[in-house]
């Protein structure tokens, strides 16, 4: 396709190069963590405001956001599996439409979340159980990004894609306007007009439309050719929708799994005041940006895998393994030696509450564990979704939510320091049981 990048052909080398590899994943980690960095911004520009409930509020409300989007996370990432599978075996067709069906399904759902946003706020914050100043607060912000529902779940597939085609530029492109345009509004809103929390809503919201505008500018330009052969009957094939399905399906309980570990572990914050939760919620900012700096090599793993089974290639499948597990390594090395030497001024970056900056500094050292307990899970997950193979997955990460639950009960008397330490040993159970399922998967794709 016209514009891509010169990853599109690395299926085809005798060879794949550190350099090369880096020159995919860079991009992609810069876009992965801007993910967060939205998260972060609107924490750190609430943390100006002299209450920890309102710190909290953003908190929650972005919890239950979290919650809404990452079910349907399975959209990004099934989206990129596909597409790197159908560039890789040259279907031009099968690419576009990789785009088409999914996009279909974002559209009905965010249009659901809009539909029914009162019920759904008044039962996340029934189960969150927090203070009465932090639930205002947290639904002042719901009520405003609600109406961004359509618009970032599109950004998902968008996003997919361009990473399944190699075209990381572009969906940085996307990253980048929205990360801009947040960061300005949320310090013209807050800081400048004193809006408080609903001004860091309409900020998010106003960036997550833009961007999206400007991403279907650019690949319905691109495209409009190829678009314009595909048919109604050819979005409804069955054997690749419910293959599509079947693997979304799969996704889509490993993140209920995922979003279960997470609830229950900030309603366990949340019953511990407003201090902690304000704490934890800092802590957990710096740990989905670590998350998403590794979902950047994952992301390119997960490239080159969906590349070598479309193209039948198990040079490139083991290149990808060895690199990810290489680089997933380094990056762990340096996040923990950032958090060593830097961790308290990161932590001043996102609040000035002495009691809230004083908690936060004496968690930092579960994200100096965190990289290398929980880097090869994150890791594998990106491999074995290039190989959409979505099952291996789920069931991982059922087992190590069992784990999690198992901890938190045993550890409860520890109050959070129990907490962070069953969080950690979720990080690293989540690691082992996916490793359990590579040899199947090996055998499975290249008989």
Same mark, same amino acid.
């Given at each position: 396709?016209?514009?891509?990048?010169?990853?599109?052909?690395?299926?085809?080398?005798?060879?794949?190069?550190?350099?090369?590899?880096?020159?995919?994943?860079?991009?992609? *980690?810069?876009?992965?963590?801007?993910?967060?960095?939205?998260?972060?911004?609107?924490?750190?520009?609430?943390?100006?405001?002299?209450?920890?409930?309102?710190?909290?509020?953003?908190?929650?409300?972005?919890?239950?956001?979290?919650?809404?989007?990452?079910?349907?996370?399975?959209?990004?990432?099934?989206?990129?599996?596909?597409?790197?599978?159908?560039?890789?075996?040259?279907?031009?067709?099968?690419?576009?439409?990789?785009?088409?069906?999914?996009?279909?399904?974002?559209?009905?759902?965010?249009?659901?979340? *809009?539909?029914?946003?009162?019920?759904?706020?008044?039962?996340?914050?029934?189960?969150?159980?927090?203070?009465?100043?932090?639930?205002?607060?947290?639904?002042?912000?719901?009520?405003?990004?609600?109406?961004?529902?359509?618009?970032?779940?599109?950004?998902? $597939?968008?996003?997919?894609?361009?990473?399944?085609?190699?075209?990381?530029?572009?969906?940085?492109?996307?990253?980048?306007?929205?990360?801009?345009?947040?960061?300005?509004?949320?310090? #013209?809103?807050?800081?400048?007009?004193?809006?408080?929390?609903?001004?860091?809503?309409?900020?998010?919201?106003?960036?997550?439309?833009?961007?999206?505008?400007?991403?279907?500018?650019?690949?319905?330009?691109?495209?409009?050719?190829?678009?314009?052969?595909?048919?109604?009957?050819?979005?409804?094939?069955?054997?690749?929708?419910?293959?599509?399905?079947?693997?979304?399906?799969?996704?889509?309980?490993?993140?209920?799994?995922?979003?279960?570990?997470?609830?229950?572990?900030?309603?366990?914050?949340?019953?511990?005041?407003?201090?902690?939760?304000?704490?934890?919620?800092?802590?957990?900012?710096?740990?989905?940006?670590?998350?998403?700096?590794?979902?950047? &090599?994952?992301?390119?793993?997960?490239?080159?895998?969906?590349?070598?089974?479309?193209?039948?290639?198990?040079?490139?499948?083991?290149?990808?393994? &060895?690199?990810?597990?290489?680089?997933?390594?380094?990056?762990?090395?340096?996040?923990?030696?950032?958090? *060593?030497?830097?961790?308290?001024?990161?932590?001043?970056?996102?609040?000035?509450?002495?009691?809230?900056?004083?908690?936060?500094?004496?968690?930092? $050292?579960?994200?100096?564990?965190?990289?290398? $307990?929980?880097?090869?899970?994150?890791?594998?997950?990106?491999?074995?979704?290039?190989?959409?193979?979505?099952?291996?997955?789920?069931?991982?990460? #059922?087992?190590?939510?069992? #784990?999690?639950?198992?901890?938190?009960?045993?550890?409860?008397?520890?109050?959070?320091?129990?907490?962070?330490?069953?969080?950690?040993? &979720?990080?690293?159970?989540?690691?082992? &049981?996916?490793?359990?399922?590579?040899?199947?998967?090996?055998?499975?794709?290249?008989?």
């Amino acid at each position: 396709m016209k514009g891509a990048t010169s990853s599109l052909n690395i299926s085809n080398k005798p060879s794949l190069h550190q350099k090369e590899y880096l020159h995919l994943a860079i991009p992609l *980690i810069i876009s992965g963590i801007s993910t967060p960095i939205l998260g972060a911004v609107d924490t750190a520009v609430v943390g100006r405001i002299p209450d920890p409930a309102s710190i909290g509020g953003v908190a929650i409300g972005a919890l239950i956001f979290n919650t809404m989007y990452w079910l349907l996370g399975f959209l990004r990432v099934s989206t990129s599996g596909f597409t790197s599978q159908a560039q890789g075996s040259n279907n031009d067709k099968e690419t576009i439409l990789s785009l088409l069906r999914p996009m279909i399904i974002a559209i009905i759902v965010g249009m659901i979340f *809009i539909i029914l946003q009162y019920p759904i706020l008044q039962i996340s914050l029934k189960v969150i159980g927090a203070s009465e100043s932090v639930t205002s607060y947290a639904a002042t912000y719901f009520k405003v990004r609600i109406w961004g529902a359509p618009f970032i779940l599109l950004s998902y $597939v968008m996003i997919g894609w361009l990473m399944g085609l190699g075209k990381v530029k572009l969906s940085l492109a996307m990253q980048i306007v929205m990360n801009l345009l947040n960061i300005i509004l949320d310090l #013209v809103f807050v800081l400048g007009f004193n809006m408080g929390v609903s001004g860091v809503a309409y900020a998010t919201l106003i960036a997550e439309i833009s961007a999206i505008m400007f991403g279907a500018y650019l690949i319905f330009k691109v495209n409009k050719v190829r678009l314009s052969q595909i048919k109604l009957s050819m979005l409804l094939e069955s054997e690749p929708l419910l293959k599509m399905l079947h693997v979304n399906r799969d996704l889509f309980l490993r993140t209920v799994c995922l979003l279960t570990m997470t609830g229950i572990f900030t309603s366990k914050g949340a019953s511990m005041g407003e201090v902690t939760l304000a704490a934890n919620a800092i802590i957990l900012q710096i740990h989905y940006i670590m998350a998403y700096l590794f979902g950047g &090599f994952a992301n390119a793993s997960s490239i080159l895998v969906g590349r070598s089974i479309g193209g039948n290639n198990q040079f490139l499948y083991k290149r990808a393994f &060895f690199l990810s597990g290489q680089w997933g390594f380094i990056a762990a090395i340096g996040l923990s030696l950032v958090i *060593i030497f830097f961790g308290d001024i990161v932590i001043s970056l996102f609040t000035i509450i002495p009691d809230v900056r004083e908690t936060a500094s004496e968690l930092l $050292v579960w994200m100096i564990i965190f990289p290398f $307990v929980g880097f090869w899970g994150l890791q594998l997950e990106g491999i074995f979704s290039g190989a959409t193979e979505a099952k291996s997955i789920r069931n991982s990460i #059922v087992f190590a939510l069992l #784990v999690f639950l198992i901890a938190i009960w045993l550890l409860a008397p520890y109050q959070n320091t129990g907490l962070w330490l069953a969080f950690v040993i &979720f990080s690293a159970s989540r690691s082992f &049981f996916l490793s359990l399922f590579i040899p199947n998967l090996t055998r499975s794709r290249f008989r």
